[in-house]
DNA sequence: CGAGCGATTCGC
DNA sequence: CGAATCGCTCGG
């Protein structure tokens, strides 16, 4: 059995996005205790994104407007942002005070509290609970409102350290054609094998 | 101050 | 393949 308590540690949190996001992010657990209710899944999909230099990111080139103020927090936090009128979706802020780096989390492998995550998605369908950053926002119960900025080291929505080593696929991310000469950087990482992925 | 749009999802 | 649906950004 998972012991949930564990939490990653701050360092990694402070370090290289892409380093992190494979060796530490990918395969880890998200967890999030809302409204009294726990879910967690193993994160086996996720997307780096670079302010600085990223088209790609909404804070690049380290813009910063009143959206992607938590980008630039110190690593650690959550970067959590709202689209098309319904949709939240999840990042981990990673790297130092000041840099605005971020890992969307794409999809999960729901892990605990299926029954809650089946109610919030009003699914009942494993392969479509958390497949997809959208949902998997809706079933783990994350909203900006509630939860843009929040350390990721308190007691409601942290990640607990992976278990063992994944071999990781490097693609293209999804849904940036916008991003010009960065669109194509297979900066998306998925755990090899592993059917719970939001695209082909 | 308002038009345009988006790191998506679902149903037709 | 198109609609849903609204906060954020930017231009005027």
């Avoid at 369908?125 to 497949?131: H, S, V, Y």
């Avoid at 929040?150 to 071999?167: C, H, K, M, T, V």
């Avoid at 490097?170 to 054609?177: L, M, N, Q, S």
């Amino acid at each position: 059995m998972i012991d949930f308590s564990l939490k990653l540690a701050s360092e990694f949190y402070l370090q290289d996005a892409f380093q992190t996001a494979q060796k530490h992010l990918l395969g880890s657990y998200l967890c999030s205790n809302v409204d009294g209710k726990f879910t967690a899944g193993m994160i086996t999909e996720l997307e780096v994104y670079i302010g600085a230099t990223d088209r790609a990111c909404h804070a690049y080139p380290n813009k910063l407007t009143p959206r992607t103020a938590t980008m630039f927090k110190a690593g650690g936090c959550a970067y959590v942002f709202f689209v098309y009128g319904m949709y939240n979706q999840f990042n981990v802020v990673v790297g130092p005070e000041g840099t605005a780096n971020a890992v969307l989390i794409r999809s999960l492998e729901p892990v605990a509290g299926l029954d809650v995550m089946k109610e919030r998605r009003h699914c009942d369908n494993m392969k479509n609970l958390t497949t997809g950053p959208g949902k998997l926002c809706q079933a783990l119960g994350i909203a900006k409102k509630q939860h843009d900025g929040i350390d990721l080291r308190g007691d409601e929505i942290w990640i607990s350290p992976r278990i063992q080593n994944y071999d990781c696929i490097a693609k293209p991310r999804v849904g940036i054609d916008y991003a010009g000469e960065d669109k194509d950087n297979p900066w998306r990482y998925l755990i090899k094998d592993n059917p719970f992925i939001s695209k082909v």
